[in-house]
Each structure stands twice: as C-alpha cells, then as structure tokens.
C-alpha cells in the first residue's frame, strides 16, 4: 500500500508568492496533519483535518490556510511568503482525528525554500 | 518552560552500547508518548509507542514512562551505525490532541 505522498518534493519561492502544497493520506485513513518543521526543531502542528472538517489549528498566522476534499487529500495554502515560511512542510494521515493513541505516519515532506 | 524537553546532544555511543534517550513533558494529563526517528534529509518513522506506565520493548527498543516523574525514555540495546539518527518524542496536547514534540536528540553510533 501506498504511504502519505506530497508534492512538490522541493519548492523555490520568492517573498510575497503564494505557494500550495498537497497531501494525500493512506487510503483508509480519514484526517490529515500538517507540520512545520525548521531545521534543528521539532515538528510544528499547523491544522488537522478529519471528515472536510478543521479539527485543530497551531499558533500560526492566517496567511495559512488549508482544507481537506471529499477524497481526503488535503492541501496547505501559504500566502505573502516570508523568509522564515522556509522549512520542510510535513504531511501527516492517521485513521481517525486523534483521541490520544492515534498514531501518526508522515509522508516525505515538501521542502520549501523562500529567497 | 517547554512543553517538551530533550537533551538535544549529539550523543554518540560506540556500536554495540546502549544508547539511552530522554524526554520530560510538562502536561501531567498526557497519557500517551510517541516515539520518532528522523533520518537527516527524511521525514519522522514512528518507532515506538507507549501509554502504560512500565516498559514497552520491541525488538532492540525499549520505551520506559513514568508519569510520576512525567519522564519517557527510549533505550536501544546493540546500537548499530544505522541507528544514527535524530530521535523525537512527542505527546499528543490541544483540543485536537495533535502531537507536541520536542526538538530531538541527535544520536550517532560510532563503528
């Protein structure tokens, strides 16, 4: 089976662009993660997604967006790209929204890079 | 204070040796812990996963929590060079219970 796949691998953006990236979870799996992750730190929680609907936001400003489709791939809208945007934008699928035990799998994330 | 801490190394240990990792969290409510390893350029594997205080082993891995001391380790018996990576763990927090992790411990294994 097929794991949590993103695309773009990589992405060279310049400041104020707009940039979209795509997830699509394991199938069977229902809600989708985002996370940030600049290099030397943790992953950093952006949205969680379950059934369309936005179960979680992380302490991020609203020039990022996203949502999920019927099909629960899940896109992640960044916009007026800042320098610090620049980071390995990690997609994550589990089966249902959390409650604690969910375990998480991540796809190979997108690596974006804001000049 | 960090919701998560790690000692971020690097730690190194000769192959063969018992690479000993350690988080503590601040949420005493947390109930479950995560354990990730993330391979330099690659995304974070889920390797363990715990919930009860106690050890949990899989394999060459052990996870060790104690709530009391709000305190998880990660033991690796046998480290082997494949081992060197960058370990996470990570708790589940928030209304959306998404995972908190903490910044990561290097760990290398010396041939």
């Known amino acids: 089976d097929a794991g949590v796949t993103q695309s773009p691998t990589h992405l060279i953006k310049t400041r104020g662009q707009h940039v979209t990236l795509r997830c699509s979870p394991i199938?069977?799996?229902?809600?989708v993660s985002w996370y940030q992750q600049v290099l030397g730190q943790g992953p950093q929680f952006i949205f969680q997604?379950?059934?369309?609907?936005?179960?979680g936001r992380g302490n991020f400003p609203d020039r990022f967006s996203a949502r999920q489709f019927p099909n629960y791939s899940s896109e992640l809208n960044v916009n007026a790209l800042l320098l610090g945007d620049s980071a390995l934008y990690l997609c994550a699928s589990s089966v249902t929204s959390g409650g604690g035990r969910e375990k998480l799998f991540f796809g190979s994330g997108t690596q974006l890079s804001v000049l | 204070q960090k919701e998560v801490e790690q000692n971020s190394g690097p730690l190194s240990v000769p192959e063969g040796a018992i690479a000993s990792l350690n988080c503590t969290y601040s949420d005493r409510g947390s109930q479950s812990f995560f354990w990730y390893r993330q391979y330099s350029g690659k995304s974070p594997e889920l390797i363990m996963f715990?919930?009860?205080?106690g050890d949990k082993e899989d394999g060459r891995f052990t996870a060790q929590l104690n709530k009391a001391s709000q305190y998880v380790s990660l033991l690796i018996r046998d480290s082997q060079p494949s081992d060197s990576a960058t370990y996470l763990c990570?708790?589940?927090?928030?209304?959306?219970?998404?995972?908190?992790f903490g910044s990561g411990t290097q760990l290398t294994v010396l041939p």
């Open positions: 990570a708790f589940p927090s928030g209304s959306a219970r998404q995972l908190t």
């Open positions: 997604y379950y059934e369309k609907e936005e179960r």
């Open positions: 199938s069977g799996h229902k809600s």
């Open positions: 715990i919930y009860s205080n």
